[in-house]
């Protein structure tokens, strides 16, 4: 299983960089500042189509991001995106900064959701800085308990409601979660669920 799931990562973040380069996504989100894509696909541990992209620049304003919108549109021709504003809301957890969430379809059944947020060079710092760390920490024995528990997280309906992929690279880096059972004896203990 294990060769299985490391070629599913492989391909899905072969598919990225078609997604990027082909499409042109990549050269519009330049013309918004330096791109970096983080997350699963940095770290080699893509389980499913979800592609999170930081835009590095500090003068980015909320009208600069609403054009970069239309562009993906344009472009991309998204069932559906989502604007928040987190220079405002300050959410714990989530990035300082503007953030688009695009959906190509139902990313349940296998669609591609980009999240891409537009951040200054001091959030955009920390947050590659906190990827790059967890990046050190993974082995390739943790690499692939993490791909296990992933891949079969991607479709439960409490994902992204009440955990994320950090929850799966916390119990796995930090509380001996081995599995998907494991990680879920994790969760509960975590959040009462």
Known sequence: MSKDLDQIAKKIHAEADELLDQTGL????????????????????????????????SATTENDFFHLGRDIVNLLRPAKMSF??????????????????????????????????????????????????????????SRMKILEIKSQCWTDPQYRKYYTSNDIYTAVLGNHAHDVESFRIYLQNKLSI
Do not use: Q
Request: glycine residues 10%; positive net charge.
């Open 26 to 57: 990549l050269k519009i989100l330049e013309k918004y500042g330096i791109v970096h894509v983080t997350g699963s696909y940095s770290l080699g541990l893509m389980t499913w189509r979800d592609l999170d992209i930081y835009l590095e620049n």
């Open 84 to 141: 928040r504003n987190e220079r405002i809301s300050k959410t714990p957890g989530l990035p300082i900064g503007l953030y688009w969430g695009i959906y190509l379809g139902d990313e349940r059944k296998g669609a591609w959701k980009i999240d891409v947020w537009a951040l200054d060079k001091k959030e955009c710092k920390r947050r590659l800085e906190f990827c790059d760390d967890l990046g050190k920490k993974i082995s390739p024995d």
